[in-house]
């Protein structure tokens, strides 16, 4: 039995995090396949990497030896995939990129600080905006590339998209709350509790949509377009609301427990994705900003763009600078 790069970048995110659940948030995958693909690791190296506690994890002797080695092996293959093509063509220019409100607070930064390191000649221009207002200044050319909630995308027609990431939806909930010790749940037995909507990034419309598909309405009782206002009232039991795993922490400001469970019903997952001009060739600095994203999350959840397939929307037919093979 061989180690995968997976293994080793699930173990690294929940030695680095302390806790196995934020590190599925920012692996954007479920708490067992993390769970399982360290097992696996810890199996194959025949020792313990994490010690379990009541309040996360800790990094045993060995496992601190093998994180380090862990960081070095990610980086080297990071190195050795990227290293060849872009060293000889020493990219640089401006790259105009949109994202909405969502993709500022929880997706873009931690991938942008490593893309600016590795490409210290491409100059990163970030524009905010609501996703109906990107999509027409990518059709205009006023912007190169958009990082979106692509589940949100209308003009198919004129800009080609591609998943970067898929995030599960769960209900959030009070740890007293009486739903807490249910063992299924659906959107019938929400909508009997109190809920706290959130507006920000289409969050309410695309709510609404599954809710009505269900022939259910949920018992609002306050309307925010502050995520952190939304924990705060989940966590105090003022209301329950169903959010997407990528904005989920565990804590609210105020230091209240918040849980999450998932509904068996058919709640669609916030999808999170890159979009640009269907007819445009992509000037180098957006192909080298669009392939570094496509090889930040690569293998990270079900959300692994189709690469092969995506190259030839936005412009001539090469392969992906940062494309490593699906096995990995």
Do not use: C
Not at 19 to 31: M, P, T, Y
Not at 134 to 151: F, T
Not at 216 to 244: D, H, K, N, W
């Amino acid at each position: 039995m061989s180690v995968s790069l997976k293994q080793i970048r699930y173990f690294v995110a929940a030695a680095e995090t302390g806790r196995i659940g934020q590190a599925a948030v920012e692996l954007n995958v479920s708490q067992s396949a993390v769970t399982a693909a360290i097992q696996q690791l810890e199996a194959v190296l025949g020792t313990r990497l994490l010690d379990r506690t009541p309040s996360g994890v800790n990094v045993t002797l060995e496992g601190s030896r093998f994180l380090s080695q862990g960081r070095q092996i990610l980086a080297a293959v990071a190195e050795a995939v990227r290293g060849p093509r872009v060293s000889a063509t020493r990219i640089a220019g401006t790259v105009r990129v949109g994202l909405t409100y969502t993709v500022a607070g929880y997706f873009l930064p931690r991938h942008q600080i490593r893309f600016q390191a590795g490409f210290p000649g491409v100059r990163v221009e970030l524009f905010e905006a609501p996703r109906d207002v990107l999509e027409q200044a990518l059709i205009d050319g006023a912007l190169d590339i958009a990082v979106i909630l692509v589940s949100n995308l209308r003009n198919g027609e004129s800009l080609a998209s591609e998943v970067l990431a898929r995030s599960q939806r769960r209900l959030w909930l009070a740890p007293d709350h009486p739903l807490t010790g249910r063992e299924r749940l659906r959107l019938a037995d929400v909508a009997r509790h109190p809920y706290v909507m959130l507006t920000v990034d289409e969050a309410k419309h695309t709510a609404l949509r599954y809710w009505s598909a269900a022939g259910l309405e949920p018992q609002t009782v306050f309307r925010t377009s502050s995520v952190e206002a939304v924990r705060s009232m989940v966590a105090g039991g003022m209301g329950v609301t169903i959010l997407s795993d990528m904005v989920y922490r565990p804590w609210s400001l105020e230091g209240q427990r918040i849980e999450t469970r998932i509904l068996d019903d058919d709640v669609p997952s916030m999808d999170v994705g890159l979009a640009w001009r269907r007819e445009a060739a992509l000037p180098a600095p957006a192909e080298a900003f669009r392939d570094f994203l496509r090889f930040a999350v690569a293998g990270a959840g079900p959300g692994r763009p189709a690469t092969a397939a995506a190259a030839g929307e936005g412009g001539p037919d090469r392969t992906s600078v940062f494309a490593i093979p699906a096995s990995a």
